[in-house]
């Protein structure tokens, strides 16, 4: 089975993008299903056809729906949920209060991608394509399963321990209702399926991301911020997909200037992403509603290329000899190097990015190695380590 999301900024036609593909590999023969995690749906729109948080039958072999996350976060923490909302009610007992402080940021969108999760291991489908929300909100769900999953791993066994000795004296001290051993249980269940989940997004065989952008300069400058954090985490983009390119006969007069603009645009697309799989859609002749458009625009987009195929498949790091000591080359393109941060912690190196972090750990032949230098250089950034451990 097949995992291909489509992302970009808002606005730039990713929601067609998908629905187009979808419906091309339906008509090839696959069995398909078409998820929406993005909270303003319009996968609907594209089909004409009324989708909601089931899968409908669009045609035969396309299965859609719009996941209800806020339906979604409720399946899948209702149990510490209702244990957080009874530490929140217990002084002042304001219910509505408890329900706006249980809107964790993210926690709704991630149990979207665990409906995604789902599907994948019931297996009824050959391939499950994602109209995933805008760029910024993608990279923060991305990072949520292993950022949560480390918290929940580091915390959870010693709150355990501590709650069973401690646990009745608080309590009472505090007035506080102490969570029972079936709330970590679920917490615990919850980290596996977290797991699972980022075993599935950063299988490069399985999962593939396109980026989709429009020929204007401040969208590309999204999207190469997008594949670089998405590299960072360990995700394969194997795409770029342009869209929207004006034809040459409507590029005259008023509209002159746009010539040059979406040529240096395409040129910078092609230079910056290679050797990536760059696809372009022409400005299409109507709105891309409805299955004769979109299959027009699947033609188009893809040729005679196959949307089930991985296109390329990048490598976060590599090490190679250097004349010091061993040198660890970690492939983040597109990074502004005076907001990297880099600190050794152990068998880890921690990276990060203005409001980004990525830990990552070293490789055996690194591990008891100090960090002597570090340059970014050419799309790398450039570890040195000592020439012992």
């Known amino acids: 089975m097949r995992l291909l999301l489509y992302t970009g900024k808002g606005g730039v036609g990713k929601t067609s993008i998908a629905a187009a593909t979808a419906f091309s590999l339906a008509k090839a023969g696959q069995r398909v299903l078409i998820l929406s995690t993005d909270a303003a749906h319009s996968l609907g729109d594209s089909f004409e056809v009324s989708i909601g948080n089931a899968p409908v039958e669009v045609v035969p072999g396309l299965m859609a729906l719009e996941i ?66 805008p760029t910024g909100e993608t990279l923060s769900l991305l990072k949520y399963p292993e950022a949560l999953g480390e918290v929940i791993e580091k915390v959870l066994p010693i709150k355990r321990k501590a709650l069973k000795v401690l646990g009745p004296t608080m309590e009472r001290t505090l007035k506080l209702p102490m969570p029972e051993d079936n709330i970590f249980d679920e917490f615990e269940v919850l980290n596996q399926r977290l797991k699972a989940l980022r075993r599935l997004l950063t299988d490069h065989e ?122 660890l080359l970690v492939d983040i393109p597109f990074m502004d190097k005076d907001a990297l941060d880099l600190t050794q912690q152990g068998d880890e190196v921690v990276l990060r990015v203005k409001n980004q972090h990525r830990r990552i750990l070293l490789p055996d032949q690194l591990k008891n190695r100090e960090i002597t230098g570090a340059i970014y250089r050419e799309g790398y950034l450039q570890i040195q380590f000592t020439s012992h451990s």
């Open 68 to 133: 209800d996350a806020e339906a979604e976060s409720e399946e899948a923490w209702g149990g510490l949920k209702a244990y957080f909302k009874r530490l929140l009610t217990a002084k002042n007992g304001e219910v509505l209060e408890a329900e706006e402080l249980l809107a964790f940021p993210g926690f709704t969108e991630l149990a979207a991608l665990m409906r995604i999760q789902d599907y994948y291991e019931e297996g009824a489908y050959d391939v499950l394509v994602v109209d995933c929300a």
């Open 206 to 327: 399985v999962t593939s991301i396109r980026i989709v952008t429009t020929p204007e300069s401040i969208v590309i400058a999204e999207a190469k911020r997008n594949f670089s954090f998405l590299h960072l985490y360990g995700y394969n983009a194997d795409a770029v997909i342009v869209n929207r390119l004006f034809p040459g006969e409507a590029l005259s007069g008023y509209f002159g200037k746009w010539q040059e603009t979406q040529t240096q645009a395409l040129e910078s697309v092609m230079e910056s992403f290679a050797p990536m799989a760059v696809f372009t859609l022409g400005l299409m002749p109507v709105e891309l509603k409805g299955l004769e458009i979109l299959a027009q625009a699947a033609a188009e987009l893809y040729g005679s290329a196959d949307p089930m195929d991985c296109f390329y498949q990048g490598t976060l790091y590599q090490i190679k000899k250097g004349s010091k000591g061993p040198v």
